[in-house]
């Protein structure tokens, strides 16, 4: 199975301030053409999860464009330019291929300062 | 608007049975894959198991392979998991989330593989235990 490790599992952030979460997957999720099979979700306090970014770097309808995912291979990162008090939560990478099990990283925790 | 709504979750003792569901309204549930994704209290995401828009296709986790069986009513717009066979460790809010296998890339005009879980349900809490 292919391992999703995150870092760091914490985050505390100032308001509008950046903040980063790097993920990196045990093996290649490059496919062909250059897409990169990896999404991120946001889990809120006491909410479901719910899905920010596809395919390495496509925003998910209704996600502010203060979010963005980049990144290639097996080295991800997702990327939130000016943190907001709304973006406290849990932050999981997820291996996107079409083979399962589709396995997700052990979670970042975002907190405000 | 999309919906999914668990039901069936409680307690159930270790080696017992549970059948959960997720009530699908607001999009064709035909058209979707379906999935169940878990998570024990307090830590990470699980995938479980899938299930193809005709049912035709259906994968599992190796840590609920035997015991548990995903199935669907496209009729009646319902997801289920049967988990037979319940441990300790299958305590968990477990979550439907539908899902799509393939992206259409407008710019370049591909058809991209690119499995992701675009709404899920608020969960229902199984708890095992004696």
């Known amino acids: 199975d292919i391992v999703m490790t995150q870092s760091p599992l914490s985050l505390s952030v100032t308001p509008g301030e950046p903040a980063s979460i790097s993920c990196r997957s045990s093996q290649s999720l490059l496919q062909s053409h250059g897409y990169n099979s990896v999404d991120w979700y946001l889990q809120k306090p006491g909410q479901s999860p719910q899905l920010l970014i596809y395919?390495?770097?496509n925003r998910a309808p209704g996600v502010p464009d203060r979010f963005s995912g980049s990144g290639s291979g097996t080295d991800f990162t997702l990327k939130i330019s000016r943190v907001e008090a709304e973006d406290v939560g849990l932050y999981y990478c997820m291996q996107a291929l079409q083979t399962p099990p589709w396995t997700f990283g052990q979670g970042t925790k975002v907190e405000i300062k | 608007e999309v919906q999914l709504v668990e039901s069936g979750g409680g307690w159930v003792q270790p080696g017992g049975s549970l059948r959960l569901s997720c009530a699908a309204s607001?999009?064709?549930?035909?058209?979707?894959?379906m999935n169940w994704v878990r998570q024990v209290p307090g830590k990470g995401l699980e995938w479980l198991s899938y299930i193809s828009n005709s049912g035709g296709t259906i994968y599992y986790a190796d840590s609920v392979k035997g015991r548990f069986t995903i199935s669907r009513d496209n009729a009646k717009n319902s997801l289920f998991l049967q988990m037979n066979s319940l441990r300790a460790e299958d305590t968990a809010v477990y979550y439907c989330?539908?899902?799509?296998?393939?992206?259409?890339?407008?710019?370049?005009?591909?058809?991209?593989?690119?499995?992701?879980?675009?709404?899920w349900g608020q969960g229902a809490l199984v708890t095992v235990s004696s």
């Open positions: 395919l390495g770097s």
């Open positions: 607001g999009f064709t549930f035909s058209h979707y894959e």
């Open positions: 989330a539908r899902s799509s296998s393939t992206y259409y890339d407008i710019s370049t005009g591909y058809y991209v593989p690119n499995f992701r879980l675009d709404f």
